[in-house]
């Protein structure tokens, strides 16, 4: 009986000392689970991709001066970036266009955070014979009016179309502000800058649009100017060059920790002043007019 007893003793004690371990464990995962918030030091910035080597070169100096952040940078197209925020899938998703124009967005569940602009024009093979190009003319070749270089002045060569697919933002603001609303025909479709850029560099006859960023890039494709006007910087500045838009990040809600002190890092005079222009784009407090969600443009006072 005695040997019972000792046993039945014994067995309660470690009952017991398991339990508090088991208690001691769980607490400490807790806590260690919200000291971080489960994603403290790491987040998803993804969509536009003519806005991702900006991004991407942020990201990478952002990261040198604080080692213990991490910021996975992709593309994917503006409406991806829309989606995907909105989803919750990303923590921050880039568009080159206004929320507020995509009817499947709820755009008052996401914050904009104009970060810069960029300029876009046509980009061509280098052998067109063409730099510069009257609006007319410009929608002309994208609907399939014009189909070869000869017709505009340029080589005897054949157009070959290069697009961006639905829900891209580079390919909403050209539809928008070059070919004034019209749709182009169809061609190639390529679903990243970076494609269009290569296609058009190694196809002849190739005609493709681009952010400025990317003729920094290639110098060898050619930006094509627009009635006369070159695609300059201060020309978009100035309200002159028609092909521009803002750069806009979005978050669900007003952004905390990593998400807040990386945007306020992309505002900040080292980006504005120097990475930002080095990588092709304008800073929008340098912009002397501004547009709305519906395209309406007015000079900035």
Known sequence: MKNFKRLALLFAFLLVVGVLAACGGSSEEEGSGSEDGGSGDSITVGGSSAMQPLVAAAAEEYMAENSDAQ?????????????????????????DYFAETKDDIDAEELVDHKVA????????HPEVGVDNLSKDELKDIFTGEI?????VGGADEEITLVNRPDGSGTRATFNEFGLDGEEPAEGITEDSSNRVMQIVNDTPGAVGYLSFAYFERNEDIVPMGIDGVEPTDENVQSGEFPIWAYQHSYTQGEPEGLEKDFLDYM????????????QGYIPATEMEVERDAEGNESEIE
């Open 71 to 95: 910021i996975d940078v992709q593309g994917g197209g503006s409406g991806t970036g829309l989606s995907e925020v909105a989803a919750g899938n990303f923590d921050i998703g880039n568009s």
């Open 117 to 124: 602009v960029v300029g876009m024009t046509a980009a061509a």
């Open 147 to 151: 189909t070869n270089w000869s017709e």
């Open 267 to 278: 505002m900040s005079e080292e980006v504005q002043t120097t990475i930002l222009p080095d």
